[in-house]
């Protein structure tokens, strides 16, 4: 047996209890096809990788989420099954202290082949500029694809961060990074995002119980929208609530890949298993 055949098959059964057990064919229709593996453009901005992304921030703060908790070799495993199952997006952040769990990973897969997305909290230039800089040697890369501003919530950050969003806009100019845009924690800021020419990609709580997101999902899929008709490219995060979705799993995917709005979209398994059932289950999804 191969060794992924072998990874696949000795994982699903410890994973299908982590999600629950409705079955996906209840909630399906008979169209789209989708694949966790599957190749996606982020907006305009010409990158191209899964359409899953192995978020790193489950409960993520303070330099600590329950991924980095597996130690950097046990993310740095989870992170290479993940790209031997077809994922090539890496999702990391300064504030779930995920950067040496990446760069261990990076030592496995040819950087070529991998996206990688983190997040800043700085809003001042000078911090940025080092931010840059310490992010790229925490990870061992010369570059990063997907430089995200971390948790906006200011109704005019356009503005009152244009100096340090400067500094992102000269970072992309010298190829280090490849694109730049936010994350969003109030339906204000994230109004401002679909609108901004500044924005290249936009990360978004979205799933169907409104569970730690910005508003009601009818309000921030219209704002989704309307950012994808800009040409940004859409993140969705919190697909399953922070955990809210965790028995009704197949419901949030279902909604998730429905949408025609996200791009892309972040989960953070914990383990093989849990991965592998993901993985497995997103492929049985019709929308």
């Known amino acids: 047996m191969q060794r992924r055949e072998f990874l696949k098959t000795t994982t699903w059964a410890a994973g299908a209890a982590w999600m629950g057990s409705t079955p996906l064919a209840a909630l399906a229709g008979p169209t789209d096809r989708f694949a966790a ?83 800043s909290g700085s809003r001042e230039p000078a911090q940025m500029r080092a931010d840059l800089d310490r992010f790229r040697k925490e990870l061992n890369t010369d570059y990063i694809d997907l430089f995200m501003m971390h948790c906006l919530t200011e109704a005019n950050w356009p503005e009152r961060f244009r100096s340090t969003m400067d500094v992102l806009s000269e970072a992309k100019e010298k190829g280090i990074i490849r694109a730049h845009g936010c994350s969003c924690h109030d339906i204000n800021a994230l109004r401002l995002a679909a ?76 383990n093989a298993a849990e991965q592998c059932d993901l993985i497995r289950r997103i492929a049985a999804v019709n929308a």
């Open 37 to 119: 593996s599957d190749t996606v453009v982020l907006g305009k901005t010409g990158i191209r990788t899964s359409r899953l992304a192995c978020g790193t921030g489950t409960i993520g703060g303070d330099h600590h989420s329950n991924q980095t908790a597996l130690g950097v070799q046990g993310l740095a495993d989870l992170l290479w099954r993940g790209y031997d199952q077809g994922l090539r997006f890496f999702d990391a952040a300064d504030s779930y202290g995920s950067h040496p769990h990446v760069a261990q990973a990076l030592k496995r897969v040819p950087r070529e082949k991998v996206v990688i997305m983190t997040k």
């Open 195 to 270: 609108q901004s020419p500044w924005v290249d990609v936009i990360l978004s709580r979205i799933n169907p119980i409104g569970s730690h997101m910005d508003a009601d999902p009818a309000t921030v899929k219209s704002v989704l929208a309307q950012g994808r008709s800009n040409g940004k490219g859409i993140i969705g995060m919190k697909i399953l609530g922070q955990g809210d979705m965790r028995t009704r799993p197949d419901e949030a995917l279902k909604y998730a890949l429905s949408l025609g709005i996200l791009d892309a979209f972040t989960i953070g398994a914990e």
